[in-house]
């Protein structure tokens, strides 16, 4: 770990950035630039802070750490990256990840062992239950140890003002601060989004979502409300993140104390529910909370004796999106930028693209001084390309939960598409360590001209996603029954040149994933002798 440098932060000084946020994204940022010897300054977002995020990672999101710790010299990023290396501190209270489960439900119905699927983290992974504080508490920390300087006794924003040559930025403390670029990360009440023309007054995102969300002491894990041996082979659900999903809706749970060192026994819960389907009440946020949950038996016994421990977040209108996220000298981003579902562990990877992008793109800007340039317009396309893309993996998500069988199917293309991502930036990431130093070492990390595919991968991953995109449309518009779109998607999974020989994929009676030892050989044959060209090698 890098040796403290605190830098108290000055009016007088003129700051190259000024990143507005100190939750994990501004954090994450101001670490790098401070590493490389860009004059930083952190500021304090206020209520920003306390806005709910994502708290779990897959593979892929540590493969961005992996890539951001190595590519920016900062080893400490690593830790994010895998739960073991979590300083003792966020360990004990965040929670490990070493599954990913969903159990799809039928109202009134007891649950069928055969609508589970499980997808359990290989070994050389552990995956995390970010407890948000702690975890951006540490992000921060990580940030004033590399020299970003911060405002002491911590006041928070109150404005910003965007001259022809500078970026003021005002505090509760009365003071003004000067820089020559601003990166906003703050959140929602974002004084610079509402100069940009403020959030879009109907989110441009085509998810849609009621948002119910807490987290509560005494959820009883699932594997203890079941017959367990009946849902063999899977590994305790409460030792991953569990989600249970119906039609028009879904509950994702994260425990934080399930691990032999946890000290923090509550589990994050997070309800997502179609508008449509589930209208707004004029119900408490628990009360509507155990309403939905009692329409199904075994939620219901879950959840019996479970209490909040921390206030209710509710929201009938969860989305929000920003037109307008840059100007000369400024750039909005993450939750500033836009909020969408929590699901698929997309949040936190989300982040971690982001910061990637625009932390290159502002290293590029400090060596030739140029703040106002065509990049910030190259980032925000980018940006926006992740939105997107997201948005519709959340689309077809919901789309999906009418059936238990297309859910099935869906799940494993994004678990197919996830794997490839993994693998692919991995490569990415140990040819670029292979090579010799110089300005094009990093390139094939760094096509964010292509949004979501923004590293060399096998394009029909992205190709199968369009075409399945399609397909769940016409379910959604009473076309095609949503068991034959279960059928066409299982049968192109099986005939995906692209799928490694990891998983069943278009298996729809193979519902648990373990990447055991024949499996690794299997692959590693796969890769070196049957694998497209451009997968060749990923193992």
């Known amino acids: 770990m890098t040796e403290a440098r605190r830098v108290t932060a000055s009016p007088d000084e003129r700051y190259d950035v000024a990143i507005l946020g100190t939750h994990l994204a501004g954090s994450l940022l101001a670490t790098i630039l401070a590493r490389h010897g860009v004059n930083v300054l952190l500021v304090d977002s206020g209520s920003g802070e306390q806005e709910l995020a994502g708290e779990t990672t897959v593979p892929y999101t540590a493969e961005v750490f992996f890539l951001m710790a190595e590519k920016f010299g900062i080893p400490e990023l690593n830790h994010f990256a895998k739960f073991n290396d979590l300083p003792e501190h966020v360990r004990k209270t965040s929670g490990v990840r070493r599954s990913l489960g969903f159990l799809h439900h039928y109202e009134d119905r007891e649950h069928d062992p055969v609508h589970a699927q499980q997808f359990n983290v290989p070994e050389e992974h552990a995956e995390s239950h970010f407890f948000r504080r702690d975890v951006d508490r540490y992000a921060r920390d990580l940030a004033v140890r590399y020299g970003a300087a911060v405002i002491p006794h911590r006041p928070h924003l109150v404005d910003v003002n965007l001259k022809d040559d500078e970026v003021h930025v005002v505090t509760s403390d009365g003071e003004t601060y000067r820089a020559s670029f601003v990166a906003d990360a703050s959140g929602a009440e974002s004084p610079l989004v509402q100069q940009l ?14 948002v119910l969300a807490t987290h509560m002491a005494g959820v009883k894990p699932f594997e ?19 989600h249970h999903v119906f039609d028009g809706g879904w509950i994702q749970l994260a425990a934080f104390g399930n691990h032999d060192d946890g000290a923090n026994d509550v589990t994050a819960v997070v309800m997502s529910l179609d508008p449509d389907r589930f209208p707004a009440t004029t119900q408490r946020p628990a009360e509507e909370f155990r309403r939905v949950v009692a329409r199904f038996p075994a939620l219901n016994r879950q959840f019996e004796d479970a209490i909040a421990t921390t206030p209710w977040i509710a929201d009938d209108t969860w ?34 693209e982001i910061v990637h992008a625009l932390a290159t793109a502002l290293l590029a800007a400090a060596k030739t001084g140029d703040w106002t340039g065509d990049w910030i317009e190259r980032v925000a396309r980018f940006q926006d390309g992740l939105v997107d893309f997201n948005d519709r ?52 990390a760094e096509r964010f001209d292509r949004g979501a595919f923004w590293f060399r991968m096998h394009m029909g991953i992205r190709d199968l996603w369009e075409r399945a995109f399609e397909r769940l449309y016409e379910v959604r518009d009473g076309r095609v029954s949503a068991s034959e779109a279960a059928r066409w998607l299982f049968d192109e999974l099986r005939e995906a040149p692209f799928a490694p020989p990891l998983f069943g994929f278009g298996d729809p009676d193979d519902r648990y994933y373990y990447f055991t030892e024949p499996k690794r050989e299997r692959v590693f044959q796969w890769s070196r002798n049957e694998a497209p060209g451009e997968l060749r090698g990923v193992i």
């Not at 998500?397 to 994004?414: G, P, V």
């Open 393 to 444: 993996i959340l689309e077809g998500a919901r789309i999906a939960t009418r059936d238990a069988s297309l859910w099935q199917a869906y799940s494993k293309l994004w678990l197919l598409w996830s794997i490839l991502e993994a693998l692919s930036l991995a490569r990415v990431r140990m040819d670029a360590l292979e090579a010799d130093e110089g300005p094009d070492r990093w390139a094939a």
């Open 197 to 210: 023309g403020g959030a879009d007054p109907e989110p441009r995102l085509r998810h849609r979502s009621r």
């Open 319 to 352: 989305q929000r999106s920003v037109s307008t996220t840059h100007a000369p000298r400024a750039f909005v981003f993450d939750r500033a930028a836009s909020r969408q579902d929590m699901f698929f562990s997309r949040d936190v990877t989300m982040t971690a």
């Open 224 to 242: 203890s409300l079941i017959e367990f041996e009946k849902y063999a082979p899977a590994s305790p659900w409460s030792e991953g993140t569990t």
